[in-house]
């Protein structure tokens, strides 16, 4: 079965603080990929990175930054010096399906990030 | 903005009633997702068209139906509606048919609200 888990459901911070968004996954295809997403309170999904399962290269992004560790099943995303700005439910989406049946996204729960002045 | 855009906004009605919920993909893009996000269920995936024809089905109620037109917008229709249909429905798009390697881009979505 197919499953996303971020078990953070609220994290609040000060501006400037480093914070890392845990999300677990479960699988049992050998080929899919992970995303993230971010909702601001404006309530619109914004696309923020997408990774396939054979590439475990980390990811950078200017103050983002992602770690996929098969291992542990695990594509965490941490924000470096927080900004009031990135308050928001963050996202982690894995694919799934197959070529005749067709691919949608499976979400988790989603991460509440306030930070605070 | 994502380039994805949905009709109407904001939507209340009443229960029992039907409404229509419009999305017009990216330019380019063939492929159109529905998902409903509710307090309950989280952002659960409904239905997927690729050029005209359904591909991928989700927990998509009877009561539910959508389609994809010629020009590739689509329409998600929802009747009789229920209290617990109140949520907001969102629209995505990819270029292709959705295959793993597709990132989905996300209009504003459509808040529906059942009296």
């Known amino acids: 079965a197919q499953k996303v888990t971020q078990a953070q459901t609220e994290i609040s911070v000060v501006e400037k603080e480093d914070v890392t968004l845990d999300c677990v996954y479960e699988t049992r295809d050998t080929t899919y990929y992970l995303f993230w997403y971010k909702q601001p309170p404006s309530g619109e999904l914004v696309f923020l990175i997408r990774r396939n399962s054979f590439d475990e290269q980390n990811e950078i992004s200017g103050r983002y930054s992602w770690n996929f560790q098969k291992s542990t099943s695990s594509f965490n995303f941490t924000i470096t010096a927080s900004q009031v700005v990135d308050s928001a439910v963050y996202f982690c989406a894995l694919s799934w399906g197959n070529s005749n049946s067709g691919y949608a996204l499976n979400f988790g729960k989603g991460t509440s990030l306030l930070v605070t002045p | 903005d994502s380039g994805v855009t949905q009709t109407p906004k904001h939507l209340i009605t009443a229960t029992g009633q039907r409404v229509t919920l419009r999305c017009s993909p990216r330019?380019?893009?063939?492929?159109v997702y529905w998902y409903q996000q509710s307090l309950d269920q989280g952002l659960q995936f409904l239905i997927q068209?690729?050029?005209?024809?359904?591909?991928a089905k989700g927990n998509i109620l009877e009561r539910f139906s959508a389609q994809q037109f010629p020009d590739l917008h689509s329409e998600l229709n929802l009747s009789s509606l229920e209290l617990g249909d109140s949520a907001l429905y969102f629209c995505?798009?990819?270029?292709?048919?959705?295959?793993?390697?597709?990132?989905?881009?996300f209009g504003p979505g459509t808040r529906l609200t059942v009296l």
């Open positions: 995505a798009s990819s270029v292709l048919a959705g295959g793993y390697t597709d990132t989905q881009y």
């Open positions: 330019s380019g893009d063939l492929s």
């Open positions: 068209y690729y050029n005209g024809e359904e591909r």
